[in-house]
């Protein structure tokens, strides 16, 4: 009976001491509110798409006109922006009016562009199809331009396939691109903007959102798939 009563009070005393021990236990410091397995698989309902399932979405049609948008869609040009900020405008936006910058922007500092890989893959997928392929961007038109050679050169087009940069220009309240969408009759549009998308829509072609970059010196950035627009996967680079 000695024996029980030594054995209950040694388990009596490792629970007492454990309990003690948690008590005491460090905690650190709450700084956020944290996630939860569950938390982590609620995701926006964006009809996210591949290139591969872009191509086989194609299968069986016949040759088409397609168009990209260039800046955050084919090309990270936020380098040239932001050099032309800081030499015409730093305390504004107002050198995106100004003609020197776009003469330089499209003359000089893509030179300083990056070739998005979405851009080469894209590219690549529809003249492989033997898709016409369309450029048509936002920026002012210039005396002179080096887009077109530089795009030519990054996403590897051959000379022959090559047309030349559209450019449409940026007039507030006015959608530029849909004049030029309308005139090559494409089927497809690519771009990075809202007003890319809206431009789609407004002919009923199949717009493609591809994913701004989060250091792109255009902000903010937009919501890709709040149209229910399809969305390539990956594209922000």
Same mark, same amino acid.
Do not use: C
């Given at each position: 009976m000695r024996k029980v009563t030594l054995a209950f009070s040694a388990i009596v005393l490792a629970l007492s001491l454990n309990s003690m021990a948690q008590a005491k236990m460090f905690m650190p410091e709450q700084v956020d509110s944290g996630v939860t397995a569950a938390g982590l698989a609620q995701r926006q309902a964006v009809h996210w798409v591949s290139v591969g399932q872009i191509e086989r979405s194609l299968k069986d049609q016949p040759a088409m006109a397609v168009g990209f948008d260039i800046d955050d869609t084919v090309l990270f040009s936020s380098p040239g922006f932001y050099r032309g900020k800081l030499e015409y405008s730093p305390n504004d936006n107002s050198y995106l009016k100004n003609p020197a910058f776009w003469q330089k922007m499209n003359n000089e500092w893509d030179k300083f562009s990056l070739p998005k890989q979405v851009g080469i893959d894209l590219v690549q997928m529809h003249l492989k199809r033997g898709d016409d392929i369309y450029f048509i961007t936002g920026r002012a038109k210039t005396k002179t331009e080096a887009v077109t050679q530089y795009l030519q050169e990054a996403l590897h087009i051959p000379a022959d396939k090559m047309n030349a940069v559209i450019f449409a220009g940026d007039e507030p309240g006015k959608n530029n691109?849909? $004049?030029?969408?309308?005139?090559?009759? &494409?089927?497809? !549009? !690519?771009?990075?903007?809202?007003?890319?998308?809206?431009?789609?829509?407004? &002919?009923?072609?199949?717009?493609?959102?591809? &994913?701004?970059? $989060?250091? $792109?010196? !255009?902000?903010?950035?937009?919501?890709?798939?709040?149209?229910?627009?399809?969305?390539?996967?990956?594209?922000? !680079?």
């Open positions: 691109k849909v $004049s030029w969408m309308k005139e090559h009759q &494409l089927k497809i !549009y !690519y771009g990075d903007a809202d007003t890319d998308i809206a431009a789609a829509r407004e &002919l009923n072609i199949r717009g493609i959102r591809i &994913l701004r970059a $989060s250091n $792109s010196s !255009y902000q903010p950035l937009p919501r890709a798939g709040q149209f229910g627009e399809e969305v390539v996967i990956n594209s922000e !680079y």
